[in-house]
């Protein structure tokens, strides 16, 4: 089993910054890929960001490339999600997620074994 506990979320103005963290316990990390994915109210579950897990892959969403920045510290085992620019479309529920590594830096939910709670990102206008 793998634990996932989310932090950062808030409120923030449009053009604002947040840095998510997800701090992982129970099984070795460096075993594990990672994504972010977010649901805001009425809508699915959908990918925002994943990365392998060496740190060397990443794979973004079209609507958050160049604002949103995933990276992982195997030391630490936490990964993060550096969200630039924010918009009040980012408003949602953001999860972090872990799958086998042999799926590398996966869009789909479906390859994700383990989920965090979420954390709750509003960008007010």
């Known amino acids: 089993q793998v634990q996932l506990v989310e932090s950062g979320g808030g409120l923030v103005q449009a053009g604002g910054s947040l840095r998510l963290s997800c701090a992982a316990s129970?099984?070795?990390?460096?075993?594990?890929?990672m994504g972010w994915f977010r649901q805001a109210p009425g809508k699915e579950r959908e990918f925002v960001a994943a990365?392998?897990?060496?740190?060397?892959?990443?794979n973004y969403a079209d609507s958050v490339k160049g604002r949103f920045t995933i990276s992982r510290d195997n030391a630490k085992n936490t990964v993060y999600l550096q969200m630039n620019s924010l918009k009040p479309e980012d408003t949602a529920v953001y999860y972090c997620a872990a799958a086998q590594s042999a799926f590398g830096a996966t869009m789909f939910r479906a390859n994700y074994d383990y989920w965090g709670q979420g954390t709750q990102v509003t960008v007010s206008s």
């Open positions: 129970g099984r070795t990390f460096s075993n594990f890929a």
């Open positions: 990365i392998n897990w060496a740190g060397a892959t990443t």
